[in-house]
C-alpha cells in the first residue's frame, strides 16, 4: 500500500491549511458498516469536512449505496496504488475479499480476515502520517476469533499495531466525556484486576486527551467511585479508600485537576457533570448507561493512550438489519465529525512516544 512518500506526510496538516485525511475502515462486511459510512458521507456537509479514504470492499458500498438509493460519489483504486486526495471519497478497494453483503449477515472467518485486513492497513498508513485519523465502522468479535486472531476487537488490536503500552476506551456523547477503568472485563472479575494502576490509567490518558486533542488547557476530571454511596467509609466496601482514593492522589502528584470519588448514582446529574471537562467510571456499564441515555445514536469510542486518533461508532455489526437500509448512520457520522475536529486540534500539538503517552507517564 502507497499512501504517498514514506518519509514524511503527503498532507501536512494545520489549523489553516489542508482537510484532514481520514482513513475509515468498512468493519465486517457482513454487517452494516458498509452502509453507515456510505449513509454519512453522502452527507455534504461531512464530506466538506475533510478528505477521505474508505478501507473496504467497493462492491460492497455500492450494494450498500443501491439499497439506500444513493447514487454512488466515490471513485475507486485497487488496495496497493498511489493515493493523492485533494478532495472527495475514494475507496481502497481491497476486491480480494468477498465476504460481503448481507447474504451472509453471520460471523464468518473470511469476515474476520477482511475487517483485519482493513484495520491493519489503516494502522500502518496512519502511523507513517499518511492519515490524520483513522475511523472504524463495527467488526465482530466472534469473525476475529474464527479468522484465529488473538485480540477480541479493535483496542487491544491497535494497542499491539502502535506498539502502546497503555490504552484506554472512551466515549463522547451527550456532553460527556467519559473513559473506563475496566471496559470488558466481566463486573464479577473485576475486584480480581482492581488496582491503584487501573484507575490511574484513565484519569493520566484522559487528562492527555482532553489537553492535546480537545485543546482544554487545564482539565478538570472527576472520578466515579465503585461502591454504593462511595462505599460510605468502608460500610459498603472499602475500594474506595485502598485503591481509588490513592490513583487520585497519584494524579494529583502528577499536576492533573482531579476529584472524587463520587457516588456514581449523583455523578452523572447535570449540576455535578457541569464542573467536569471529563469523567473516569469504574466498569463498563457504569460509564456507558448515562452515554447512551444522552446520545445513544450519536456517541463515539475513542481510543485513549495511542500516537494516532482513532475514533469508532458505538454500536455492533447489526447482522440482523444488514441489508435492510435500516442502519442509523448517526454515530458514523459523528465518529467522522470528531476525528475531523482532533485532527484538526492535534496537529499542533506534539505527542509523547506510544509507550509514555499519558501526561506525565
Not at 485497487?78 to 468477498?98: C, H, N, W
Not at 486527551?209 to 472520578?223: D, K, M, Q, S, Y
Not at 441489508?323 to 465529525?337: L, V, W, Y
Request: a negative charge; one cysteine or more; charged letters at 20%.
Amino acid at each position: 500500500m502507497t499512501f504517498g512518500s514514506p518519509s514524511r506526510p503527503e498532507y501536512p496538516l494545520s489549523m489553516d491549511c489542508a482537510k484532514p485525511l481520514v482513513g475509515i475502515t468498512m468493519g465486517d462486511p457482513a454487517g452494516i458498516g458498509a452502509e453507515v459510512i456510505v449513509k454519512a458521507l453522502s452527507d455534504p456537509d461531512i464530506r466538506a469536512m475533510g478528505r477521505f479514504v474508505i478501507l473496504g470492499v467497493e462492491d460492497t458500498l455500492a450494494a450498500a449505496a443501491d439499497e439506500s438509493s444513493i447514487r454512488p460519489f466515490w471513485f475507486s483504486v485497487q488496495r496497493d496504488a498511489p493515493l493523492k486526495i485533494d478532495s472527495g471519497v475514494v475507496v481502497m478497494d481491497f476486491d480480494e475479499y468477498t465476504a460481503g453483503h448481507w447474504i451472509v449477515a453471520r460471523p464468518t472467518a473470511e469476515g474476520g480476515r477482511a475487517s483485519i485486513a482493513f484495520l491493519d492497513h489503516a494502522i500502518e498508513a496512519a502511523l507513517a502520517g499518511k492519515l490524520d485519523a483513522i475511523v472504524t465502522a463495527p467488526i465482530h468479535k466472534e469473525s476475529w476469533s474464527l479468522a484465529g486472531r488473538k485480540e477480541p476487537g479493535h483496542t487491544e488490536r491497535l494497542a499491539d499495531g502502535c506498539s502502546a503500552k497503555r490504552v484506554t476506551m472512551a466515549f463522547v456523547g451527550g456532553g460527556l466525556v467519559v473513559a473506563l477503568a475496566s471496559a470488558h472485563t466481566a463486573l464479577f472479575d473485576v475486584r480480581n484486576k482492581f488496582t491503584i494502576g487501573l484507575v490511574f490509567q484513565p484519569i493520566d490518558l484522559l487528562a492527555a486527551a482532553l489537553e492535546n486533542w480537545f485543546g482544554i488547557a487545564e482539565p478538570r476530571i472527576a472520578v466515579a467511585a465503585l461502591n454504593p454511596h462511595a462505599g460510605e467509609n468502608g460500610r459498603f466496601g472499602d475500594e474506595e479508600k485502598r485503591i481509588i482514593e490513592p490513583a487520585i492522589q497519584m494524579a494529583r502528584n502528577h499536576g492533573i485537576a482531579v476529584e472524587g470519588p463520587f457516588p456514581a448514582d449523583t455523578l452523572f446529574t447535570p449540576k455535578r457533570r457541569s464542573r467536569f471537562d471529563g469523567i473516569v467510571a469504574m466498569y463498563h456499564d457504569q460509564g456507558l448507561i448515562p452515554i447512551k441515555m444522552l446520545a445513544f445514536d450519536t456517541a463515539v469510542n475513542v481510543t485513549l493512550g495511542l500516537p494516532i486518533i482513532r475514533t469508532s461508532v458505538d454500536h455492533g455489526t447489526a447482522f440482523d438489519i444488514a441489508g435492510t437500509g435500516a442502519a442509523d448512520p448517526g454515530s458514523m457520522k459523528e465518529a467522522i465529525r470528531l476525528a475531523c475536529r482532533l485532527s484538526r486540534i492535534s496537529s499542533a500539538t506534539e505527542w509523547p512516544a506510544p509507550q509514555a503517552i499519558g501526561k506525565n507517564s
